[in-house]
């Protein structure tokens, strides 16, 4: 992959530019949309093991969404439910300085080339572009409130409402451009997944949409009959998503077909996380599962000790699951077994995100743990 060498620029809290002597390096390692990938399978591309030591604390001042973080190049950028985004110094914690934003963020921002987009839940412009080399906005759209995080892929940026929109919008030369745009019945709050030649997400209606990510078109739904909010994930040409009545369901990309299905007999909200045959995701029983894709057989089962609210994350052989119990656990992807855990200041509701031999957990206690592993390769 090109790599492109940027400077970076951010915005305080008090409108006063930051500037950062430093060239920022785009590559293949940088975790810059939800799930890390198009298709959502939230694998890190670095792998580490327990056991990790907790290296620093920052403190973000705020609440967080089932997905706050986004890195490059050793900075780890932080969305907060108050709207604004920290730039934190991995190596040190520190503080690089602040974006604000009009509203809280809901959902995961997208960084590209030298600028983040920000998508926010309650404002005016609730879609906004800011340059970080001139440290200003370079374009805002009024969509409607947005809770499911944007795709981007193929310089398109992908974008579901809660007023039941899906826009597609070209970004060349730093100017949006309106390419379709797709109406639901209701409200989308899933996070939309693409092999490149389609796009799929759920909506609050029960159904899993699939559209032409040319045309815009539909290709095809099915029909859970229950609301789903968690991110759908895609992966050897199947769809994987749960629902609210507790089902989780592997589909065919190609036509929608039911492959498999799995019930679990309770809410999931979350995302799965999928790594070669196996996949992953936890329920608000806080039961977290290990299926095999081809066919949604249970593999093993692990038991946190309140709701898993968010997808969980996986390097190497291990996966990771945050929990409203306040933990954050290491799990062995071959048994289930519980390899390491610890227990933070406040509920975990968000995934973690993992960058060289670090692993960042947002707690409800509006801290970011930054633990340190020497096992990493």
């Known amino acids: 992959m090109k790599k492109i060498s940027i400077f970076l620029l951010l915005v305080f809290v008090s409108c006063s530019a930051f500037k950062l002597e430093k060239n920022i390096i785009l590559g293949e390692f940088n975790w ?23 290296t620093w604390k920052y403190n973000a001042g705020a609440g967080f969404s089932y997905a706050p973080m986004i890195v490059a190049d050793g900075i780890l950028f932080i969305a907060t439910l108050n709207g604004e985004i920290h730039a934190v110094d991995i190596e040190t914690g520190k503080k690089i300085g602040i974006i604000e934003a009009e509203s809280a963020i809901s959902a995961t921002p997208v960084l590209y080339k030298n600028k983040i987009v920000i998508p926010t839940a309650h404002s005016k412009n609730t879609l906004q572009a ?4 001139l440290g ?10 947005i809770e ?11 974008v579901a409402t809660i007023d039941s929109h899906v826009i597609n919008y070209q970004i060349k030369y730093d100017i949006p451009q309106k390419i379709w745009e797709f109406k639901a019945s209701k409200p989308i709050r899933s996070s939309p997944a693409s092999d490149g030649n389609a796009i799929v997400f ?12 040319e045309t815009g078109k539909l290709r095809w739904k099915f029909n859970t ?8 994930s895609i992966h050897k040409g199947k769809v994987f998503v749960g629902a609210l009545n507790g089902t989780f369901y592997g589909l065919d ?14 809410k999931i909200y979350g995302g799965c996380a999928i790594k070669d045959s196996l996949l992953f995701f936890g329920t608000a029983s806080g039961k977290f599962y290990a299926l095999r894709e081809k066919d949604g057989t249970v593999l093993w089962t692990f038991s946190a000790k309140s709701v898993i609210n968010s997808a969980p994350l996986v390097s190497d052989n291990v996966v990771f699951i945050g929990s409203l119990d306040k933990n954050i656990y290491a799990i062995d992807i071959t048994d289930g077994k519980l390899l390491w855990n610890y227990e933070t200041g406040g509920r975990v509701k968000s995934t973690p ?10 707690s409800e206690d509006r801290m970011v743990y930054a633990f340190k592993t020497q096992r990493s390769k």
């Open 32 to 54: 810059i949309q939800y799930g890390n990938s198009p298709e959502n399978l939230n694998v890190s591309y670095f792998n580490i093991s327990p056991p990790f030591q907790l």
């Open 136 to 145: 200003k906005v370079i374009w805002r759209e009024k969509i409607g409130e």
């Open 202 to 213: 759920g909506c609050d209606d029960g159904n899993v949409y699939c559209i032409d990510f």
């Open 148 to 158: 499911a995080s944007p795709l981007f892929i193929y310089d398109n940026l992908i």
């Open 253 to 266: 990309l190609k036509n929608g077909d039911l492959k498999w299905k799995f019930q679990t007999n309770s």
């Open 353 to 362: 995100v993992i960058w060289k031999n670090f692993i960042f957990v947002a």
């Open 130 to 133: 800011l340059d970080l080399n």
């Open 225 to 232: 009959n229950s609301p789903i909010f968690a991110p759908v």
